[in-house]
């Protein structure tokens, strides 16, 4: 079984950074697709961002254009997620997920393996 571990969740302040981390670990998988996604209590779980794996192209939500970066370690299996000039809108557990079937980045149904979130808390 694949697992994956999120860390690095928090409270910050508005305009603060924070990284989380995505490491994987259990039975060695392939994978098209790492990606983010977050969701606010009564809201559904949003994409945030995405990352292929052979091609390294990344894929943002609108929302966070600009002020995340998804990226890889490839030695350490870990996905992160620098998170810039936080808003109080980005307060949201965040999930990190692995696809590793092709298709849109964007769909929630196109992942097959999920954390078990890191809270993300900005404060104004």
């Known amino acids: 079984q694949v697992q994956l571990v999120e860390s690095g969740g928090g409270l910050v302040q508005a305009g603060g950074s924070l990284r989380l981390s995505c490491a994987a670990s259990?039975?060695?998988?392939?994978?098209?697709?790492m990606g983010w996604f977050r969701q606010a209590p009564g809201k559904e779980r949003d994409f945030v961002a995405a990352?292929?794996?052979?091609?390294?192209?990344?894929y943002y939500a609108d929302s966070v254009k600009g002020r995340f970066t998804i990226s890889r370690d490839n030695a350490k299996n870990t996905v992160y997620l620098q998170m810039n000039s936080l808003k109080p809108e980005d307060t949201a557990a965040y999930y990190c997920?692995?696809?590793?079937?092709?298709?849109?980045?964007?769909?929630?149904?196109?992942?097959?393996?999920w954390g078990q979130g890191t809270q993300v808390t900005v404060s104004s």
């Open positions: 997920a692995a696809s590793r079937y092709s298709g849109s980045v964007y769909y929630r149904g196109l992942y097959d393996y």
């Open positions: 990352l292929t794996w052979s091609e390294a192209k990344t």
């Open positions: 259990g039975r060695a998988f392939s994978r098209y697709a």
